[in-house]
């Protein structure tokens, strides 16, 4: 066996003395002390054969591990399917190797399981419209166990949802209904704030014309006086009043005899 080893980049080698961890050798040159040092060989780490090389280095980068669909049931007994990207990496490799058995499985079942509870107390459209948040919240709830293990999960990523053609008819049934909702909602606001403005401005060119006339009074009495100022303004008012009567040309309007109205008028 050699007494000198290079590592590569983002690599490790776990040293034992005594079959009993007690270091590790991280990227660059090492030199293995004989009879008292040996190599861990991890070509069977967990069964993570995959990602060995030569059978003693253990993987130090960010890793992904796709759980495939599961089954779940939300809190509306709705049944879905749902895939989950895990990243993670080793933060501690003598920890990942000898703190726990079978670390892939041991870390798929614990993201799975807390993914399970929490999609159990959420309805479906709490499930489709919160993803991150859920992605975000597992992977917090995971950390103090995979510490344990020595390896940091980086991220967890819920993808696809997957449900039956009948809970999506529904969905979208009740989206169209809410649309449909909102947009009577909005056309009762928008009617709401024109007759607002309509009654706003009545007021002002009631408010205007009230001045006109206040106006008219007074300048009418400075040049007439105010006895015959109100004698002209009251005939005036009574022929508005006939003039509104005889609009129709069918009707007909009797004066009571003895009744004159009288225009007077002084430059």
Not at 62 to 86: A, E, F, G, H, W
Not at 118 to 128: A, D, H, I, K
Not at 216 to 240: D, F, H, P, W
Request: with cysteine; net charge positive; charged share 25%.
């Amino acid at each position: 066996m050699s007494i000198i080893y290079t590592v590569p980049q983002n690599h490790c080698i776990i040293i034992k003395r005594f079959e009993k961890p007690v270091k590790v050798w991280k990227s660059g040159l090492h030199i293995r002390i004989p009879l008292l040092e040996k190599v861990h060989n991890v070509s069977t780490f967990n069964g993570w054969t995959e990602t060995q090389k030569d059978g003693i280095y253990v993987e130090m980068t960010d890793q992904v591990m796709d759980t495939r669909p599961r089954p779940y049931v939300t809190k509306d007994n709705v049944n879905t399917t749902v895939n989950t990207l895990i990243r993670w990496r080793v933060s501690d490799p003598i920890k990942a190797v000898f703190e726990v058995d079978h670390l892939h499985k041991a870390l798929i079942e614990s993201v799975l399981n807390e993914l399970r509870s929490r999609v159990g107390n959420m309805t479906l459209e709490e499930l489709t419209s919160t993803r991150v948040a859920l992605s975000q919240e597992v992977q917090k709830s995971v950390f103090t166990t995979t510490a344990r293990w020595g390896i940091t999960v980086t991220a967890v990523e819920v993808q696809d949802i997957v449900f039956d053609q009948a809970t999506k008819e529904a969905m979208l049934a009740q989206k169209a209904a809410e649309m449909k909702s909102k947009a009577a909602v909005l056309e009762a606001e928008g009617q709401s704030k024109a007759m607002m403005l309509l009654a706003n401005a009545q007021r002002q060119v009631q408010q205007i014309q009230a001045a006109a006339d206040e106006q008219y009074v007074k300048t009418l009495a400075e040049s007439i006086g105010s006895e015959n100022a109100a004698k002209l303004l009251l005939n005036r008012q009574t022929l508005e009043c006939y003039a509104r009567i005889t609009g129709n040309p069918s009707s007909k309007v009797f004066l009571p005899a003895g009744v004159s109205v009288n225009v007077t008028e002084r430059s």
